[in-house]
């Protein structure tokens, strides 16, 4: 159930004309009072033929016009209104009970506490099935104006028990850092004008799709403008910006000018202070170039830096340093879904933009985020946007499958945190994620099953697999993923890893209980452990008498028995002997 307080008008005759009109998106059917402050004697003009929304009106605003002739001082948002709304798959009720329901939200926002006389004067109008109009003149009987602060927060709060004890859709408690919900106005003139999201949705997709490009704020603008968004900053005497709003092309109002929404009001994280706090908390490295000089690419090495994240969300929460370093990198993981999504293939880009798009709700909680603590993810996001080339299929499969654990893991925080949105954003995410997981796998499956080893070598490594993981042995061998897998522990072997130990490593980086397909899991982390070589001086003994091998040979031979061996058989062979 959804109660939205809208802001304070002046003109009650209006509002009461709209509620009981035929209504100008929604049909409004049978319009009629179903709880006043006073029933009795009340007119309601819905049921009664000789009651005009005049008198009603009149009757509403008789404590404002008496504060007004003697106070002297003309009240002018007087006016409260708030629709409530039940979810679609809630059952009917009946006016009765939305009757009681529009007495528990007066009595929670403060416009009529409980055994109060000298309340403001209120009704509720329904006409339709699943909400009704709460509509309340703010000034009290005695002339004094209630307190409506923060009357917001109670009424959820009061939306959430009557969710309980009529068992409706329960919805997640909200605190105050959700994105400003687009108005019944800007939905209609999206629709209007045949735009997919209202305008602050859409901005707010663009402001989150640039953070990973920009270095500071000044960076962050100019990008914005690049790319179409129509941008207006505030600048001191000095020039130092001071704030910014941003607009969509075409959305002007009645008068042809530009309407812009500046980044707090479109989410409480896109504010200028904490972009600036955000973007240059990432500590330029002594030597930018010695990552750059490495073998690896940006896709392995965000993959890196999600291995540190994962370790790290596990061992900090406690206390408020670790609870604001694990928040910080859970924002930065956001970052980094975006930038992924970004630079993925265009046939993957799809699940990973959903996932972004939702996992930002989980970016922000009421815990003040240490941005410095999340310089490594950072960093990575910022080299994925930057990199000219995209990624190889086995190093994609490895960033989307660690970028899931990191969506479990931050939603099992947030969860123990209390933080409910942000927990139920980043189990939305995770869906999302591991969609595109499957997708960015499948094409390293069909390579690996094709150069599956043969079967001796199989058992030989089942063996391994059973040795090292035995609780979740026979779910891996049991996967459709096992040949695959198998194909995985040969090829690290032969270069020089061992496959007993691999395994073992990789069930540490993640649990596999929940994992839905663990042999899927474990081929995505050993391809990347396992990317270097490592010392093994029997697979590299096995390794050198192939390649004397076939230097006699024509044919290349990679062990007596088969043409068809691969360099991790022979390491299996010597491994036997």
Same mark, same amino acid.
């Given at each position: 159930?959804?109660?939205?307080?809208?802001?304070?008008?002046?003109?009650?005759?209006?509002?009461?004309?709209?509620?009981?009109?035929?209504?100008?998106?929604?049909?409004?059917?049978?319009?009629?009072?179903?709880?006043?402050?006073?029933?009795?004697?009340?007119?309601?003009?819905?049921?009664?033929?000789?009651?005009?929304?005049?008198?009603?009106?009149?009757?509403?605003?008789?404590?404002?016009?008496?504060?007004?002739?003697?106070?002297?001082?003309?009240?002018?948002?007087?006016?409260?209104?708030?629709?409530?709304?039940?979810?679609?798959?809630?059952?009917?009720?009946?006016?009765?009970?939305?009757?009681?329901?529009?007495?528990?939200?007066?009595?929670?926002?403060?416009?009529?506490?409980?055994?109060?006389?000298?309340?403001?004067?209120?009704?509720?109008?329904?006409?339709?099935?699943?909400?009704?109009?709460?509509?309340?003149?703010?000034?009290?009987?005695?002339?004094?104006?209630?307190?409506?602060?923060?009357?917001?927060?109670?009424?959820?709060?009061?939306?959430?028990?009557?969710?309980?004890?009529?068992?409706?859709?329960?919805?997640?408690?909200?605190?105050?850092?959700?994105?400003?919900?687009?108005?019944?106005?800007?939905?209609?003139?999206?629709?209007?004008?045949?735009?997919?999201?209202?305008?602050?949705?859409?901005?707010?997709?663009?402001?989150?799709?640039?953070?990973?490009?920009?270095?500071?704020?000044?960076?962050?603008?100019?990008?914005?403008?690049?790319?179409?968004?129509?941008?207006?900053?505030?600048?001191?005497?000095?020039?130092?910006?001071?704030?910014?709003?941003?607009?969509?092309?075409?959305?002007?109002?009645?008068?042809?000018?530009?309407?812009?929404?500046?980044?707090g009001k479109i989410a409480p994280d896109l504010s200028l202070p904490k972009l600036k706090t955000r973007l240059e908390s990432v500590v330029p490295e002594e030597h930018p170039t010695a990552r750059r000089n490495q073998p690896t690419t940006p896709w392995r090495q965000a993959t890196d830096a999600l291995d540190a994240f994962h370790t790290g969300l596990t061992e900090t929460g406690t206390g408020d340093g670790g609870d604001a370093s694990?928040?910080?990198?859970? &924002? %930065? !993981?956001?970052?980094?879904?975006?930038?992924? #999504?970004?630079? $993925?293939?265009?046939?993957?880009? +799809?699940?990973? =933009? @959903?996932?972004?798009?939702?996992?930002?709700?989980?970016?922000?909680?009421?815990?003040?985020?240490?941005?410095?603590?999340?310089?490594?993810?950072?960093?990575?996001?910022?080299?994925?946007?930057?990199?000219?080339?995209?990624?190889?299929?086995?190093?994609? &499969? %490895? !960033?989307?499958?660690?970028?899931?654990?990191? #969506?479990?893991? $931050?939603?099992?925080?947030?969860? +123990?945190?209390? =933080? @409910?949105?942000?927990?139920?954003?980043?189990?939305?995410?995770?869906?999302?994620?591991?969609?595109?997981?499957?997708?960015?796998?499948?094409?390293?499956?069909?390579?690996?099953?094709?150069?599956?080893?043969?079967?001796?070598?199989?058992?030989?490594?089942?063996?391994?697999?059973?040795?090292?993981?035995?609780?979740? #042995?026979?779910?891996?061998?049991?996967?459709?993923?096992?040949?695959?897998? @198998?194909?995985?522990?040969?090829?690290?072997?032969?270069?020089?890893?061992?496959?007993?130990?691999?395994?073992?490593?990789?069930?540490?980086?993640?649990?596999?209980?929940?994992?839905?397909?663990?042999?899927?899991?474990?081929?995505?982390?050993?391809?990347?452990?396992?990317?270097?070589?490592?010392?093994?001086?029997? #697979?590299?003994?096995?390794?050198?008498?192939?390649?004397?091998?076939?230097?006699?040979?024509?044919?290349?031979?990679?062990?007596?028995?088969?043409?068809?061996?691969?360099?991790?058989?022979?390491?299996?062979?010597?491994?036997?002997?």
């Open positions: 159930m959804i109660a939205a307080i809208k802001r304070a008008g002046s003109n009650t005759r209006g509002l009461l004309a709209y509620l009981y009109g035929p209504g100008r998106q929604d049909e409004h059917l049978d319009p009629h009072l179903v709880a006043a402050f006073a029933m009795l004697g009340m007119p309601d003009p819905g049921r009664d033929e000789n009651a005009t929304l005049t008198q009603l009106g009149r009757h509403l605003d008789a404590p404002v016009r008496l504060r007004n002739s003697e106070f002297g001082q003309k009240v002018t948002d007087h006016v409260w209104h708030c629709p409530v709304r039940a979810a679609p798959e809630d059952r009917h009720l009946s006016d009765t009970e939305w009757g009681e329901i529009a007495q528990r939200i007066v009595e929670a926002a403060g416009i009529a506490p409980p055994g109060d006389d000298l309340a403001c004067r209120w009704i509720a109008v329904r006409h339709a099935d699943d909400h009704i109009h709460i509509l309340a003149t703010t000034v009290r009987e005695d002339g004094r104006r209630p307190k409506l602060h923060d009357s917001g927060i109670r009424v959820g709060d009061a939306c959430r028990q009557i969710e309980k004890d009529y068992g409706l859709r329960q919805l997640k408690q909200g605190d105050r850092t959700a994105a400003r919900r687009p108005t019944q106005a800007e939905m209609h003139k999206a629709e209007r004008l045949g735009w997919e999201q209202p305008s602050r949705q859409w901005l707010e997709a663009g402001i989150r799709a640039a953070i990973p490009h920009a270095r500071s704020a000044e960076e962050l603008l100019a990008y914005l403008e690049a790319e179409g968004i129509a941008v207006k900053s505030r600048r001191g005497p000095s020039g130092d910006l001071l704030g910014y709003a941003v607009g969509r092309p075409g959305d002007v109002n009645k008068a042809g000018e530009q309407i812009y929404h500046p980044g694990a928040q910080a990198q859970i &924002a %930065a !993981l956001g970052e980094l879904i975006e930038a992924t #999504a970004q630079r $993925a293939p265009t046939h993957q880009r +799809a699940e990973l =933009h @959903a996932a972004a798009r939702v996992f930002a709700r989980a970016e922000r909680s009421r815990i003040r985020a240490e941005d410095r603590a999340a310089g490594t993810l950072r960093r990575a996001a910022r080299d994925i946007v930057h990199t000219a080339t995209g990624p190889d299929g086995s190093a994609l &499969a %490895a !960033l989307v499958a660690a970028l899931v654990w990191a #969506a479990i893991l $931050a939603g099992r925080w947030h969860e +123990a945190k209390g =933080h @409910a949105q942000q927990a139920d954003a980043a189990r939305q995410a995770v869906h999302h994620l591991q969609a595109a997981a499957d997708s960015a796998l499948l094409p390293v499956l069909a390579e690996l099953e094709v150069r599956s080893p043969r079967e001796q070598a199989r058992l030989t490594l089942a063996s391994d697999v059973r040795n090292a993981i035995p609780d979740q #042995a026979e779910r891996i061998l049991a996967d459709s993923a096992w040949p695959a897998l @198998a194909t995985v522990l040969a090829d690290a072997e032969g270069r020089g890893h061992e496959p007993h130990r691999l395994l073992k490593e990789a069930a540490a980086q993640r649990e596999l209980v929940t994992a839905r397909q663990p042999a899927r899991v474990l081929i995505t982390r050993i391809q990347h452990t396992g990317h270097n070589a490592a010392t093994n001086r029997r #697979a590299e003994a096995a390794r050198q008498r192939s390649t004397m091998a076939a230097g006699f040979s024509r044919q290349p031979q990679r062990d007596e028995q088969s043409p068809l061996a691969t360099v991790g058989e022979v390491a299996q062979q010597h491994r036997k002997r």
